[in-house]
T-cell receptor, first 111, second 114 residues
């Protein structure tokens, strides 16, 4: 039972355009959401997070939006750069301090 | 200076063997984790551990056991390895409450069971 889902396994975007990565969750007890970026042969690295009491968090080119009623969050990258090409994992935390990951979306930014 | 280090990075072993993957963190964190990334690339929690409490994902077979000699180490022992155990295993550590960028992952240990 996947409580966190990323329905798009891959996304291809032109350099300079916006990348939008989506994530859906089913557990209403999640109170914090995170995005991780992963390059091949490396561990995931933290990118940006958002608390369930907010609907938007921005950090430079990265913005995360949270729609609690729809149980949906998205990561916007603008402008996209070739170095952003990686696998992006959405993750959620509940009170038990356990991270639950989505299946990941492979982003390819074309020069 | 690596914050979370795992050894070995690559491990190929035969079915039925017992193996261990070591993990060390030098961040002074209280909580450590083991995650498994399976063939479908899903990252799934296996264990969460601190000095006080071990939380086990109930779907993890009891052939897998975490061992923590001290707060900076959480090793993963796997008995009677099976083909389906082939995966990438990630160690991670965090402060008591993961609230942002306070969780750090190791680079992963690629286990192949033949």
């Amino acid at each position: 039972d996947q409580q966190v889902k990323q329905n798009s396994p891959s996304l291809s975007v032109q350099e300079g355009r916006i990348s939008i990565l989506n994530c859906d969750y089913t557990n209403s007890m999640f109170d914090y959401f995170l995005w991780y970026k992963k390059y091949p042969a490396e561990g995931p690295t933290f990118l940006i997070s958002i608390s369930s009491i907010k609907d938007k968090n921005e950090d430079g080119r990265f913005t995360v939006f949270l729609n609690k009623s729809a149980k949906h969050l998205s990561l916007h990258i603008v402008p996209s750069q070739p170095g952003d090409s990686a696998v992006y994992f959405c993750a959620a935390i509940n009170a038990g301090n356990m991270l639950t990951f989505g299946g990941g979306t492979r982003l390819m930014v074309k020069p | 200076d690596t914050a979370v280090s795992q050894t070995p990075k690559y491990l190929v072993t035969q079915m039925g063997n017992d193996k261990s993957i070591k993990c060390e963190q030098n961040l002074g964190h209280d909580t450590m984790y083991w995650y498994k990334q399976d063939s479908k690339k899903f990252l799934k929690i296996m264990f969460s551990y601190n000095n006080k409490e071990l939380i086990i994902n109930e779907t993890v077979p009891n052939r897998f056991s975490p061992k923590s000699p001290d707060k900076a180490h959480l090793n993963l022992h796997i008995n009677s390895l099976e083909l389906g155990d082939s995966a990438v295993y990630f160690c991670a550590s965090a402060k008591d409450r993961v609230s942002g960028n306070t969780i750090y992952f190791g680079e992963g240990s690629w286990l192949t069971v033949v």
